[in-house]
């Protein structure tokens, strides 16, 4: 079993800056990958930054040059530096984390339990 718990949310004006953290606890072997989503109300979920385990990142075109993700292996721990928010980046953020853990090794997939941003004036 793996638990997440996400933090750093919160209410921001537009222009500010958030950092969200989400750390995983358990039975963890090894994690291939780290990532953030969000969800809008009436939106789907979307990819919003991932980082694989060699440190390859990604990101929605949305968020490139003003989201930064990072992670910290020895404390299975993922990050998400947001600058320059904006009223359309106003979601619930959530973490997921994939990898192989458990007494035979298993591959699991779990997702944090969400944080809401919102970008306001």
């Known amino acids: 079993q793996v638990q997440l718990v996400e933090s750093g949310g919160g209410l921001v004006q537009p222009g500010g800056s958030l950092r969200l953290s989400c750390a995983a606890s358990?039975?963890?072997?090894?994690?291939?990958?780290m990532g953030w989503y969000r969800q809008a109300p009436g939106k789907q979920r979307e990819l919003v930054a991932g980082i694989a385990s060699g440190g390859t990142t990604n990101y929605a075109d949305s968020v490139k040059g003003r989201f930064t993700i990072s992670r910290d292996n020895a404390k299975n721990t993922v990050y998400l530096q947001m600058n320059s928010l904006k009223p359309e980046d106003t979601a619930v953020y959530y973490c997921?984390?994939?990898?192989?853990?458990?007494?035979?090794?298993?591959?699991?997939?779990?997702w944090g339990q969400g944080t809401q941003v919102t970008v306001s004036s």
């Open positions: 997921n984390i994939r990898g192989y853990g458990g007494r035979y090794g298993s591959f699991f997939d779990y």
């Open positions: 358990g039975n963890i072997i090894s994690i291939l990958s």
